[in-house]
């Protein structure tokens, strides 16, 4: 989601930069640099339940170092959105798909963005939710460019492929697995690409 959201931000012609600081290899000082050398008044962050005490000490620091915007995502803002927003560092979430939500937050703030939580004072303010992306061919193919996709592999049993990426053909499942985040976070109606855009993204990559 990290991919395709910051392609449909450079699609409507938004600067974009994505930064993960493991593919880089960066240390937390790097990426604060990085970030003040930006000058970043809007900082978007992708978290999970693992990674979410980590994402959320990050997330306090930049608030620190630079005052900027704190909206997060993910599956553990979606799953567990009151946690989430009551960090006292975090400004808004997003609960559902991030790709059009963010692209709205980026045009026109947080007011009234649909699946959009954020604090307006001392009060959190809950917009309504949004409907998924239907048509997913509609969405540009992720924006891998900006990503340090060169120190990808394929993981314990693919280690000697690299650079390994991988390609979203579907979202959602009818099915309720309880060991798989996918029907809580996409839904249970399966979205699909037509195979023409599946094949047009692979001969890309």
Request: charged share 25%; with cysteine; proline share 7%.
């Given at each position: 989601?990290?991919?395709?959201?910051?392609?449909?931000?450079r699609?409507?012609?938004?600067?974009?930069?994505?930064?993960?600081?493991?593919?880089?290899?960066w240390?937390?000082?790097?990426?604060?640099?990085?970030?003040?050398?930006?000058?970043?008044?809007?900082?978007?962050?992708?978290?999970s339940?693992?990674t979410?005490?980590?994402?959320?000490?990050?997330?306090?620091?930049?608030?620190?170092?630079?005052?900027?915007?704190?909206?997060?995502?993910?599956?553990?803002?979606?799953?567990?959105?009151?946690?989430?927003?009551?960090?006292?560092?975090?400004?808004?979430?997003?609960?559902?798909?991030?790709?059009?939500a963010?692209?709205?937050?980026?045009?026109?703030?947080?007011?009234?963005?649909?699946?959009?939580?954020?604090?307006?004072?001392?009060?959190?303010?809950q917009?309504?939710?949004?409907?998924?992306?239907?048509?997913?061919?509609?969405l540009?193919?992720?924006?891998?460019?900006?990503?340090?996709?060169k120190?990808?592999?394929?993981?314990?049993?693919?280690?000697?492929?690299?650079?390994?990426v991988?390609?979203?053909?579907?979202?959602?499942?009818?099915?309720?697995?309880?060991?798989?985040?996918?029907?809580?976070?996409?839904?249970?109606?399966?979205?699909?690409?037509?195979?023409?855009?599946?094949?047009?993204?692979?001969?890309?990559?």
């Amino acid at each position: 989601d990290v991919q395709y959201t910051a392609a449909v931000l450079r699609s409507r012609g938004i600067p974009v930069q994505v930064i993960d600081c493991l593919g880089l290899d960066w240390e937390l000082s790097e990426l604060i640099l990085c970030l003040q050398d930006q000058k970043s008044e809007l900082v978007a962050i992708r978290t999970s339940t693992p990674t979410f005490d980590w994402d959320m000490r990050v997330a306090q620091i930049i608030k620190i170092a630079l005052n900027s915007k704190i909206v997060v995502f993910g599956p553990h803002g979606t799953l567990f959105p009151q946690q989430t927003i009551d960090q006292p560092f975090v400004d808004a979430i997003v609960v559902g798909e991030p790709e059009m939500a963010l692209l709205d937050i980026a045009e026109r703030g947080f007011s009234g963005c649909e699946g959009v939580w954020y604090k307006e004072g001392d009060d959190i303010v809950q917009n309504g939710s949004r409907k998924p992306i239907d048509d997913l061919d509609k969405l540009p193919f992720p924006a891998w460019d900006l990503m340090p996709y060169k120190a990808y592999d394929g993981g314990t049993l693919m280690r000697n492929l690299k650079p390994f990426v991988t390609a979203l053909t579907s979202r959602g499942c009818p099915h309720g697995c309880s060991y798989c985040p996918y029907p809580v976070i996409q839904g249970r109606n399966l979205r699909v690409r037509s195979p023409e855009n599946v094949v047009d993204e692979l001969e890309l990559l």
